[in-house]
């Protein structure tokens, strides 16, 4: 018996039909991938209708298809929106490029009167979200809650702004300040300390009034506790107790 009929060849129309129907799977199983979470919660059929929505509006203009969902979080409705840009920025700090960390100790090398002056520039797989900050160690990306004051220093460091800009939402909460530092160096989220005058076009510098006074009056209320952090053990140097916040890696298998 025949288990295959024969067929004519496939027109050009037809090729390009098929052509179609693969790429839209593709692109449909990268975002199922990239956004595992928010599929499960939704259900196969309405997270599909999402993607066709967005794939109207926000057609794929990168080579890869591991950014296109850059901006699916977005278009979802308010109640999914949270939860996907954790997993889109979970993906994105999987897939950064890997640099350099520098340690607490590098910014102790420069005096404390100094250090409002300097600018860090965070890892390429820093991603901060409303009260959550997600980067990458090694091939583990992690997550750690955060407060409101730590994820406006966060984004102004993303900025490059000089660090006494930086730690200005921590008010006069000093020890507030060098708790989430210590944590950012202790962490590998610091792959450079520079001179603020390093900065370029990109990191225009904050008004006058938010300038060097600023910076002064925070770095001369990190002193007393630089010095004391200077005396104590390395272990003290990494304040941010994880707990259950820490993610698991997102290897190839996860």
């Keep these: 018996a025949t288990l295959v009929l024969p067929h004519g060849a496939l027109t050009n129309t037809q090729r390009l039909e098929v052509y179609a129907e ?15 979470k928010t599929r499960a919660a939704v259900g196969d059929e309405r997270f599909d209708g999402f993607v066709a929505d967005f794939l109207r509006e926000h057609p794929s203009t990168h080579f890869s298809l591991d950014r296109l969902g850059a901006q699916f979080a977005q278009t979802l409705p308010a109640e999914l929106r949270d939860a996907a840009a954790l997993e889109w920025a979970r993906a994105e700090s999987f897939l950064a490029v890997d640099a350099p960390v520098v340690e607490f100790s590098a910014l102790q090398a420069h005096p404390a009167e100094t250090w409002g002056a300097l600018s860090l520039e965070l890892h390429p797989s820093v991603r901060v979200l409303r009260g ?21 220093a966060l984004e ?3 900025r490059g ?13 000093a020890q507030a300040a060098l708790d ?7 962490e590998s989220m610091v792959s450079l300390l520079r001179e603020s005058a390093a900065r370029d076009a990109r990191h225009p510098p904050r008004p006058p009034h938010r300038g060097a006074r600023a910076a002064a009056a925070r770095a001369r209320l990190l002193l007393p506790e630089t010095l004391a952090l200077a005396a104590a053990p390395a272990g003290a140097q990494h304040p941010r107790d994880h707990g259950a916040g820490a993610a698991r890696g997102l290897g190839a298998g996860a």
């Design 22 to 36: 693969m790429y839209w799977l593709r692109m449909r199983d990268t975002l199922r991938d990239a956004f595992a």
């Design 132 to 152: 959550t900050v997600v980067w990458r160690t090694g091939f583990t990306v992690q997550l750690a809650d955060i407060s409101a004051e730590e994820t406006a």
């Design 156 to 158: 102004a460091a993303q």
């Design 161 to 173: 702004a000089p660090l006494g800009e930086v730690l200005e939402p921590f008010g006069d909460d």
């Design 180 to 186: 989430a530092l210590t944590s950012w160096f202790g």
